[in-house]
């Protein structure tokens, strides 16, 4: 069974960098075609995918968030990071985990994080 | 890139069809097979009702089905119960800019 769950804090101020951590099992991000990524939800509004890290450390980025965005892998420690910097009000939002099946689908097996900026 | 575009509400009654559109560009579903559709219940995170356009992953009842024509990608639930009340989103494999994903804007289905 896959699961995952991230964590992270829930507050944050306007300007300062958001790191995420997802912790994974059920599957090795050593095996070809596998992922792992992020898609947030912001309160009431659509889901957004924002970034993806492959089993052989190939990395995908939203291009309009791209420049904002680093993601990480520790195979060993089965977790990935996501770091977003300059964060805003906006960015405000539930922070999903998702492991990306080597037949491209994307499963959430996380309940998701709420990260809420604010002064 | 733009999310994918979706109604934003759709409703019927117990017993009856309804579909829900998705329509995307030549970038994401007018070029790939990799659509999904996700349900979400509030407070709860998406579950994949539907991949690779017609695709149910193993305890997705059969009253949910998938096609694609073109840039249009459609979910049908056939015999409306009142559990499918739910927001219901699409997701396409995009090639805009780089390899990734793109999402819909949701659609909220009621059940009347």
């Known amino acids: 069974q896959i699961t995952l769950k991230e964590s992270g804090p829930t507050l944050v101020e306007p300007t300062q960098t958001l790191t995420l951590t997802c912790t994974f099992s059920?599957?090795?991000?050593?095996?070809?075609?596998?992922?792992v990524g992020w898609i947030r939800q912001p309160p009431g509004k659509a889901l957004e995918w924002l970034a993806l890290i492959f089993w052989d450390d190939d990395k995908r980025y939203s291009p309009s968030l791209r420049s904002r965005l680093t993601i990480t892998k520790d195979t060993s420690s089965k977790q990935v990071v996501l770091t977003m910097t300059n964060l805003d009000p906006v960015d405000t939002a539930t922070y999903y985990c998702v492991y990306r099946s080597p037949s491209y689908l994307l499963e959430f097996g996380g309940p998701g994080t709420l990260v809420t900026v604010s002064s | 890139q733009s999310a994918l575009a979706q109604p934003a509400s759709v409703s019927g009654s117990p017993g009856q069809s309804i579909t829900i559109s998705c329509i995307g560009s030549?970038?994401?579903?007018?070029?790939?097979?990799?659509v999904s559709w996700y349900q979400q219940h509030p407070g709860k995170a998406p579950k994949v009702m539907i991949y690779d356009v017609t695709s149910r992953p193993s305890g997705v009842s059969n009253r949910f089905s998938g096609s694609k024509s073109g840039v249009t990608a459609s979910l049908t639930i056939s015999g409306l119960r009142a559990e499918d009340e739910a927001e219901y989103s699409c997701?396409?494999?995009?090639?805009?800019?780089?390899?990734?994903?793109?999402f819909g804007t949701g659609t909220k289905v009621t059940v009347l």
């Open positions: 059920g599957f090795s991000l050593t095996t070809s075609g596998v992922g």
């Open positions: 997701s396409s494999y995009s090639n805009f800019n780089t390899l990734n994903y793109v």
């Open positions: 030549s970038r994401d579903v007018g070029a790939y097979d990799h």
